[in-house]
């Protein structure tokens, strides 16, 4: 028989995010940490004449949920920003942007590219930019009229070569058609839907000192659209926060359960 007393909860190893009836699985975390749940009631005072309380009373609890994803991960942002996430392929493919810096006198072949939207500029050897160059058979430079070739046969962007004055590398940007890769949009006026996110931890009882798990199950959480993305290989680290809906048609109204199974956690792969 279980008997829990004091116990240490050691990690969150998974959070798994599903629809409200628990059929499908949205989006898995496994790096979680710093993770809390805060709730907080809103008392309603009685009291005499004098100020002085006679009876505090509670009609209602509010919950909120806060933890760190220690990398960025595209179900973390797409659950935020309340949009799907587009996936490519070769019946369906993605507009993407592509940027490639060349050396003087080099070329780039892409049979993918929109040669409508190909943009080149001149980079000088003290970092500085040429005017943007114009398109032409043969590339050539000079300062009032740089230009790129470019061979519509073959789809290839070949840049002037080396010279005294002249920029050292040049720096292409157009949109291609890419078949495999994936798509995050965050619209302004789209917002994240409610799940069900259920929490698989670890736990330690002392006096045991065996590694046993716990599930802490939200029943109705609503993401924030708040987040933060870091563009910095220095810290990767996202907000996952969100807060503790009550399911107004449900005769319950509960904010989470904790489910401790008289079990011990079996290694079965990374993150246990």
Do not use: W
């Not at 716990?214 to 810290?235: G, H, K, Q, R, W």
Request: net charge negative; charged share 20%; glycine share 6%.
């Amino acid at each position: 028989m279980i008997r829990l007393g004091n116990h240490i909860i050691d990690e969150i190893l998974y959070g798994v995010a599903t629809d409200f009836e628990q059929s499908e699985i949205y989006y898995t975390l496994d790096q979680l940490s710093g993770a809390n749940i805060a709730i907080t009631s809103d008392p309603r005072e009685i009291t005499d004449k004098n100020g002085n309380i006679i009876r505090r009373i509670y009609k209602s609890k509010n919950g909120e949920f806060s933890a760190t994803n220690a990398m960025l991960h595209p179900s973390v942002m797409n659950a935020a920003s309340g949009s799907t996430i587009e996936q490519a392929s070769a019946t369906t493919p993605i507009n993407m942007p592509k940027v490639v810096v060349v050396q003087a006198g080099g070329t780039v072949t892409d049979t993918t590219m929109d040669d409508t939207s190909i943009k080149v500029i001149g980079i000088f050897g003290n970092g500085a930019n040429s005017k943007p160059l114009g398109r032409d058979v043969n590339p050539s430079y000079s300062d009032g009229n740089p230009e790129y070739g470019y061979d519509s046969t073959t789809k290839t962007i070949a840049v002037p070569a080396a010279a005294t004055n002249a920029p050292v590398s040049y720096l292409i940007m157009y949109t291609r058609a890419v078949e495999s890769g994936i798509k995050l949009t965050n619209r302004a006026d789209k917002f994240p839907d409610a799940v069900t996110l259920t929490l698989y931890s670890s736990y330690v009882d002392p006096c045991e000192e065996k590694l046993r798990p716990a599930y802490v199950v939200i029943p109705n959480f609503m993401p924030d659209p708040s987040v933060t993305i870091n563009l910095d290989s220095e810290n990767q680290e996202m907000d996952f926060n969100g807060t503790l809906q009550v399911d107004y048609c449900s005769g319950e109204k509960v904010l989470y359960y904790i489910y401790y199974p008289d079990e011990d956690i079996v290694v079965t792969g990374v993150g246990e």
